[in-house]
């Protein structure tokens, strides 16, 4: 729970802050077509993300009260009187401060004063998240590297906070309207890339220190795996960056002049827009990611808890999927079900392996069905969501087989796990799954609402995956099973934001994203086949 409070805390932080740079330094400046209500949107955006990261804050309090107390009492004093107390309140603080200014700034949109005082709460804020996190907690280098650490919260909100303000405001408008504060942002965006890719270097060089602590620890796959969503949105913004300045496009676009402003034609508009929504949408992954990159511990601290590369090897090489299970008796008799303080057993792993098996097997055939559909050729393969029903039964009857199925823990109690809370909500996605795409490829709805359950679904199963808890006492074991996840996470987010452009763009342009998304669909149940505990 701790976790997911953190990351909805530091969208809300980036939002605030970000959304505060962009008011004050990008709208204000550049007056847009209708500089009133653009300022006041984002604003608005700047109020509510405020408000959500003091509210998050007050989350994270109450979890440490209740997680130190009993059933009789929360000592919520002493967690108030600590470290970690005293900095959550002063970001409570800041945070609701930094609301009702930016409210106050949407009455007075010519404020100096509440302009300065809004950025200064942002700098604040970000300065209370890094005295927040690991750099309080070392014994040299802790000064810098809480400077450090608030630059780079700073740097990460600006362009993230930034360009969800900037997929908002040009959601409904063409580029021609947008361009007058698009380019200064643009400029922006590339110090804020610039600050947070430097920062990170820092910042990696003191918690990783060494490329077998990077390969070998929770901390180093997750950093990695952010790079790698780093560069998945450093390439879409470089496209938009070539859009913006006039390198793409035809027409009159081209023959606007090299002093002119150009013109995006409304096919290449529209494609912009796209890849900022999904920027935008990456973005947000990635601060999920950060937060539990937060909660693990640095990988330099890590010594005799890293996996080798013999064992990650180990991990990731193909075996014959495991196609039987041994029966609940067996598995109950050979294990303390629910226990996350004793080490698997075999039969516990090979439940657990059977199970994402099996599950791979339906998604692999999904993935081809899909793509078999998309030739053409075989109409009937777009019943393929159908295969979902049978994937949500089977996955309800071999997820976590402490609870309903072998009566050991119940069924409340095992739902307050957060790994078993997870599952469930994955569970809940693959029924809707199940439901909203059947009913739109079923030729009825093609036009439905529905259709974005899809692409919804898969980011948010990419995002559990990225950022899923474990609840196992060996901390190798735990991250030898989430190194097979990291994988996972990012196969189903391509998945995913490949199916959103899809929708979102007309052909031609919606035909290279929509032939993505049925292989990386049937990637995804090829690593789900292939998944090893062992």
Known sequence: MLLWLRAVGLVGQAVSIGGAIFAVAVVRPSRPSDPARALDRVLALVTWGALLAAAAQVGVLVVLASAMGDDASWPLGAVLDSTVGVIGLIRIAVALAGAAVAHMLRRHPGSTTLGALLVSGGALLALTGALASHAVGRVDGGVWLVAVGAL??????TWVGGLVCAAVLTLRSNLAASESWLRPFSRLALAAVTALALTGVALSLAYIASPAAAIGTSYGAMTLTKIVLFIAMLTMGALNHRALHGRLGTGSWLASGAGAAPDLP?????????????????????????????????????????????EIRSVFTPQWPRLQAPSLAELAAATALGDPSTPHSAEETAWSEFGHHVAGLFVVAMGVLAMLERTGWAPWARHW??????????????????????????FWEHLLGLEVLQHRILLALTALLAVAEWRVRSGRHPDSAWRYVFPLVCIGAGILLLSHAHEVSNAKAAFLIELTHLPLGLVILVAGWSRWLELRLSPPDSNLPGRLWGPALTVFGLLLLFYRES
């Open 266 to 310: 409304p096919s290449g508009s529209l494609v912009f827009r796209r890849r900022l929504e999904v920027e935008a949408g990456l973005a947000i992954v990635t601060v999920f990611l950060a937060a539990s990159i937060g909660s693990a511990p640095p990988a330099a601290d890590v010594q005799d808890q890293r996996a080798s590369l013999a």
């Open 152 to 157: 780079h919260q700073a740097a990460a909100a």
């Open 385 to 410: 969501p159908l295969l979902l029903i049978g994937l949500t039964g089977f996955v309800a009857w071999n997820m976590d087989p402490e609870g309903w199925q072998t009566g050991r823990i119940g």
